[in-house]
């Protein structure tokens, strides 16, 4: 495990074995479903906006998106039966959060749903991705639903029919019932049995209504954040848990899928993954042998591989297992039959793309671009293409939908009412262009959500950083459209940048 003692503290740490490859020789093949796109658009390597005259044109049933989740932005945090979470155990421990911040009332979203809504519905939205609460719907983690806690979901569900988008919903966005945890929580199998149960009852409610489930977002967050490092809830420091976690959470994500196989519903259901390319830090080849590419290439595998290989493939990478050991508990907590659940088909993979890393011969890292105000972010809108060409060459042609991009801006609402985000503006231009030209090189990209959609509660950051492309004055709650929104509402109005 000699690679875990050698980590820095990063937010997102991650990397991918892909380098920067050139367009149109990563996959292959032609296939774009591009419709309208001006002659040169594949060749558009740069980051920089495109011109007028060459605008980029997405494909006519691209799902524009934006995405939240329950405990950033609901409140309402002892409402209507709602249970505790390790988030509200967290978040109340002093000296956890920034500025001793909770999510007991986030932007309101509970009471304020219906007003939501029609901000979405005016920006155009035509998928929301959100998620749903489990200490809603079993308040202590096991036994009989939460009527209250349904309905909820059930209202926002039918609101955004009434407006036309179509729901995306995450079944575990990190908030775990406190007693769950009180019972061991992610290093407990049982647990992922107890997701199982979980996702049965929310199918049972919702199944008919929510086209596309995701299971578990972003596992490795949970992992490193939660059990390595402990800037996130439950707050642990044990390497060891942590990697039980990791298997543990793979195995619910696969028990959740046959769970909803099992209804003999239509939904679509499939993993939510952070995956950040990465490069040797002394800019050799990726795939070549110095120290550099060395160390990268096992930094994907504790980064990327452990995930997307024991969903899509059914295997732990090897590298990954021999740098554990065979004595670590996650090694020694692998059962058979355990990889063939986890590799359960999927409909489709769900990408966040925040940052790259560059890693060192010596197992460290580097920073090569600037950074957003999340210091773990480097802006680099070309890793959006290499990890989305990278998946889809080393796992197939699998339906992708990046359910998280943005970053925060500091921003002020103005005395005459605005908001003037410009940076969101030109982060999201350069990042959707470079999806852009990952469809256009053959990647099966079907919708984009931008994270967030409202500012919203950023964990250890608390209120801190904004991520919303509608500003939220926590004060009085009123919400604003950011220069980004009015700029989002256009990009989804044309089908193009
Ligand atoms: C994550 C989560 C979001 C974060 C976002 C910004 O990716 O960590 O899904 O809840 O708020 O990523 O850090």
Redesign the pocket.
């Known amino acids: 495990m000699s690679i875990l003692t050698r980590r820095h503290l990063l937010?997102?740490a991650a990397l991918s074995a892909t380098a920067a490859t050139p367009a149109g020789a990563v996959l292959g093949t032609a296939a774009t479903g591009l419709g309208g796109c001006e002659p040169g658009d594949a060749e558009d390597h740069t980051a920089t906006a495109p011109s007028a005259a060459t605008r980029l044109h997405f494909p006519p049933d691209f799902g524009w998106g934006a995405?939240t989740?329950a405990y950033?932005i609901e409140g309402a945090a002892k409402e209507d039966g709602r249970g505790e979470s390790i988030w509200d155990t967290f978040s109340h421990t002093p000296g956890r959060i920034r500025n001793g911040d909770t999510g007991d009332v986030a932007a309101d979203h509970y009471h304020r749903y219906a007003d939501d809504l029609d901000l979405m519905r005016d920006l155009g939205l035509r998928s929301y991705r959100f998620s749903i609460s489990w200490p809603r719907i079993q308040p202590d983690g096991t036994g009989a639903a939460n009527q209250r806690g349904l309905d909820f979901y059930r209202r926002l569900v039918d609101g955004l029919h009434e407006r036309g988008i179509a729901p995306m919903a995450t079944l575990f966005?990190?908030d775990l019932p406190q007693a769950l945890q009180d019972a061991g929580g992610w290093e407990s199998r049982d647990v992922a049995y107890r997701f199982a149960d979980y996702a049965d009852i929310v199918f049972a409610a919702l199944g008919e209504r929510v086209p596309v489930w995701l299971t578990i977002?972003?596992p490795k967050?949970v992992v490193q954040n939660g059990y390595l490092f402990g800037h996130h809830a439950p707050g642990h420091r044990d390497p060891d848990a942590a990697y039980l976690v990791a298997h543990h959470l793979q195995l619910a994500h696969g028990l959740a899928v046959r769970a909803l196989r099992a209804t003999g519903g239509t939904g679509r259901i499939g993993p939510?993954f952070?995956l950040h390319p990465c490069y040797p830090a002394d800019d050799s080849p990726v795939d070549g042998s110095s120290p550099a590419a060395e160390a990268a290439r096992l930094y994907d595998g504790y980064e990327n591989r452990l995930y997307l290989d024991s969903a899509l493939k059914g295997s732990y990478p090897a590298d990954v297992l021999a740098d554990l050991g065979p004595d670590s508990r996650m090694v020694r907590g692998i059962r058979d039959g355990d990889l063939e659940i986890i590799s359960s088909p999927v409909d489709l993979l769900a990408v966040?793309y925040?940052t790259p890393i560059y890693v060192t011969s010596a197992g460290g890292t580097e920073r090569r671009w600037p950074t957003s105000e999340?210091e773990w972010q480097q802006i680099y809108p070309d890793g959006m293409y290499d990890i989305l060409t990278r998946v889809t060459r080393d796992y197939g042609p699998i339906p992708l939908t990046v359910t998280?991009n943005?970053l925060?801006t500091p921003d002020v609402l103005a005395a005459d009412g605005t908001v003037d985000d410009a940076g969101r503006v030109s982060f999201l231009r350069d990042h959707l262009a470079a999806a852009h030209r990952a469809v256009t090189d053959g990647v099966p990209l079907e919708s984009f959500h931008v994270?967030?959609l409202l500012d919203?509660f950023?964990?250890a950051e608390g209120y801190d950083?904004r991520?919303g492309l509608i500003y939220v004055d926590y004060p009085t709650q009123r919400r604003v459209f950011k220069r980004s929104a009015h700029w989002y509402r256009q990009v989804i109005a044309d089908n193009a940048l």
Request: no cysteine; charged share 15%; hydrophobic share 30%.
């Open positions: 937010r997102h995405a989740s950033q966005h990190w977002n972003e967050t939510a952070n966040q925040y999340a998280e943005g925060p994270w967030s919203n950023e964990w950083q991520w």
